[in-house]
């Protein structure tokens, strides 16, 4: 009944096949095309569809029970996950607080930040720091830390307006600086801005340690994310690592932040943390952080279905699929085979300007130059537009407008932790394909081979 009338908005009136099934990197329409999920959805699916392991301990959680208020009840699942999430994340993350959403993961990290300082009577830090561009959710607390025009404009006049420092995207830069120097320079910003607004006033700095939609995968210079840790230690600020899309295992590594050995105050998990089989997020920090919350009084937060033993038991047989089946190890092995391919595209396409990422978590920019990456033509519309012809050829990809929100086209290709070295070919023969077909459409040169 593909023609029957919907009672369904979400954010367009773009048309899409009904979903029949989900088979591993594959997602098949009622049509019987075939998909490949080239972005794990919204880089959520990171073991893939339909995983029968996850699914059966799902319906184990069923036949017992499907809700258990916290307040009424301990359940095994939340104390389950709680433990191995612990176990998987860097020492000195000790305690587990969990939600249904990324938004949700977000705005309680800051309000367990706020009611920390508050129990070391620093009323006066109410302020979080965070970069532009940026995304961190869309409720109206998560949004006020977003830098992303056209989501955050229209409801500005209704948010606080928190303080912005410029995201290191130091492939954009023409200078004589050093990767390095770039780093330090980009988190010296922060420590500008926490001077200019008052070092008693500012709470918390918050980032993503691999960017996501609003960056594309943005990776900053290695020198720049113990700089930071050094300038949050200066002056007391907690900081807040934002790990809703990097987390989980996507970057090769638990938590991105281990690739360069640092570790935040507090880390917000969702998207792959439950893979897409039930609505789950987190929020880990430090015991030096919950146990004064908890003495002068308790956590003044929370969700109806925060701790829910099927979302919780899914995302303890997601975790455990992560471990036995090695899926973080082959999101690095895969991670560095499908960035050759994607490098391998500039040879083709001039107006790729650059490739970026970690591990399955990886993106391509489109430039009008590259000497001076100069953004498209926004009328040309690319971000949509290469979407649209890649979906039409059977695969799916992720796109956002890089600068800001308002100019610059990127694509997010971060495909599920199972993938193969040849599936990795059948989608790059996909995105080649739809590539072609832009370039011819908008009269861009493609490089053809000898």
Known sequence: MTDAPSYLFYQSRNPRPFLDRGEGIYLFDEAGKRYIDGSSGAMVSNIGHSNPRVLAKMKAQMDRATFGYRLHFRTHPSEDLAAMT?????????????????????????????????????????????????????????????????????????????????????????DNLTEEQRGLKYADLLRDKILAEGPDTVLAFLMEPVGGASTGALVAPDSYYSRVREICDEFGVLLIHDEVMSGAGRTGRFLASEHWGVTPDIVALSKGFGAGYAPLGAIVAGAQLVEPVLDAGGFLHGFTYAGNPLACSAGLAVLEELEEQDLIGNAARMGNVLMGELRALMDRYPFIGDVRGKGLLTAFEFVANRATMAPLDPALNAHDRLVELAYQRGLIIYSRRTRGGTSGDHFLVAPPFIITRPQIGEMMTILRDALDAFAQEVGLPVERAA
């Open 86 to 174: 612990v176990r998987m994340t860097p020492e000195g993350l000790d305690r587990v607080f969990f939600v249904s959403g990324g938004s949700e993961a977000v705005e309680s990290a800051v309000k367990l930040a706020r009611q920390y300082a508050l129990t070391q009577g620093q009323a006066a830090r109410h302020k979080v720091i965070s970069r532009f561009p940026s995304y961190h959710g869309c409720t109206f607390g998560a949004l006020d830390l977003t830098g992303y025009a056209p989501l955050r404009d229209p409801f500005a006049p209704m948010l606080e307006g928190m303080p912005k420092i410029a995201a290191p995207m130091t492939y954009l830069d023409r």
